[in-house]
């Protein structure tokens, strides 16, 4: 059956589904064609979050249903040691940059160093 994602931005994505299907893997699909990380994906209906474990048939979905996908952001916690020995304790969004998380350290504690030592 055919089913329709709706974005807030107002972009639709048609997706086929099973009734069988759980929301976890069509979340994963969706994932896949359009680059929405399925952990950041919140599919809501009728202002009712969808749980994953279940199924479209489990959660009423019927063909050519209009599903509510929220992209929520996860902020990651950061902990930076600095040449002198202080941390730092920065919290970034996931999609950072290393140029955004230099300027980051850099406003937390200004001028502490002028060479970069990067651990992964």
Do not use: H
Not at 19 to 27: C, D, G, M, V
Not at 91 to 108: P, Q, T
Request: aromatic letters at 6%.
């Amino acid at each position: 059956m055919q089913v329709y994602l709706q974005t807030l931005a107002g972009k639709i994505i048609p997706l086929s589904v099973e009734p069988s299907e759980t929301i976890r893997s069509a979340k994963a699909r969706v994932q896949d064609v359009e680059g929405f990380r399925a952990s950041q994906q919140q599919w809501m209906r009728d202002g009712q979050k969808l749980p994953d474990s279940l199924s479209f048939e489990d959660c009423n979905i019927e063909a050519d249903s209009t599903i509510d996908l929220v992209l929520s952001r996860q902020t990651l916690r950061i902990s930076v040691r600095t040449l002198t020995g202080e941390l730092l304790r920065i919290e970034m969004e996931d999609d950072f940059s290393v140029d955004c998380l230099k300027a980051k350290i850099e406003e937390a504690s200004p001028g502490c160093f002028q060479e970069w030592f990067v651990s992964l």
